[in-house]
């Protein structure tokens, strides 16, 4: 073999080993991009799944909410009604006594 | 010549299959841990939104349950001020026809003295009007009076409810024993003695 093919060789050799490492790099650089969509998905559904909790809370918060404050109208009636049968039963006795305070007060 | 070649070359080779393997190594590693990083802050922000959500949701709860609570509140107090308002008029009702009672007289009798009194006059003037009430039965009222004073009957009730307002000679003292004035002069006492009466235990 002669000298210039000897060098035609390492050139071509040198051209291939160029080749893979340029061929690494890229599929780097492609590790490296699918990585980051890969990253940006598991935060997409990550936040998606925290609002759809969120949601849940809020959901269940306002219910919980209603609910009581259901029982606080309910407690509400119980007490006007206590009250009005309450004036009903001791009105008598009221206006006697307010009488009385006006008279000799 | 050859062998060596082949030697050159077979390194070459070797060294760049290396350095590709290296490159490959290194972008794992750091999709690794770019992966590694993104949980973290995916787990972060997740938290982070529960966290707010949470605090959200205690302040929709408060929001809905402290306007009801403050409503209801009302409503209570609306209906105590309506069954205390019920029984003031009635109360002002059974005052106004008070002439119609064996009381009246000496109730009248009071009233006159307690006016005469807080005039501090010798010549105090007495208006006097209660509705229903008959010369006959204001008649007595001279008795209280000293001597120099002057009863003046009104046929209509004095201040609405009925009542009595004595003077001194000029006009400079006046003090009102009208119900309609009681009324007001003991308004804390009776709205306490109402309350206290129909609501407590």
């Known amino acids: 073999m002669s000298g210039i093919d000897a060098v ?12 893979i490492v340029d061929e690494a790099a890229t599929k780097a650089q492609k590790v490296i991009s699918e990585t980051r969509e890969q990253a940006e998905r598991i935060r997409q559904e990550a936040v998606a799944s925290a609002q759809g ?13 209603e609910a009581e404050a259901r029982q606080s109208d309910q407690e509400t009636e119980r007490i006007l009604d206590t009250y009005r049968k309450l004036s009903e039963e001791r009105k008598a006795a009221a206006v006697s006594k307010a009488v009385a305070l006006i008279l000799n007060g | 010549m050859s062998e060596s070649l082949e030697k050159l070359q077979n390194r070459i080779l070797s060294d760049a299959r290396l350095k590709a393997e290296e ?8 999709a690794q841990q770019t992966l590694e990083e993104a949980r973290r802050r995916a787990q972060k922000e997740s938290e982070e939104i529960i966290a707010k959500a949470k605090v959200e949701a205690e302040n929709v709860r408060r929001s809905i ?5 403050r409503v209801n509140r009302l409503r209570i107090l609306d209906e105590k001020n309506r069954i205390v308002q019920d029984i003031i008029h009635t109360v002002e009702d059974q005052l106004s026809s008070i002439a119609r009672t064996d009381q ?16 501090e006059s010798d010549q105090p003037i007495v208006r006097i009007g ?3 009430a008959t010369k006959k039965n204001l008649d007595g009222m001279s008795r209280v009076l000293p001597k120099g004073g002057k009863l003046v009957i ?16 000029e006009g400079r003292v006046v003090f009102n024993n009208t119900f309609k004035s009681r009324l007001e002069r003991l308004d804390n006492q009776l709205l306490t003695l109402i309350a206290s009466t129909v609501f407590s235990e």
């Open chain 2, 23 to 30: 490159t490959i190594k290194e972008a794992q590693a750091k």
């Open chain 2, 130 to 132: 209660f509705r229903d």
């Open chain 1, 53 to 65: 909790r969120r949601e849940g809370i809020l959901r269940e918060a306002k219910e919980k909410a």
């Open chain 1, 8 to 19: 035609k060789k390492v050139v071509e050799t040198e051209t291939q080993a160029r080749r």
């Open chain 2, 104 to 119: 009246f007289e000496n109730t009248a009798q009071r009233f006159v003295a307690e006016a005469v009194k807080a005039v």
């Open chain 2, 154 to 169: 009104d046929e209509k009730p004095i201040d609405d409810f009925g009542g009595v307002i004595a003077t001194d000679p």
């Open chain 2, 65 to 69: 349950l402290s306007s009801k609570v």
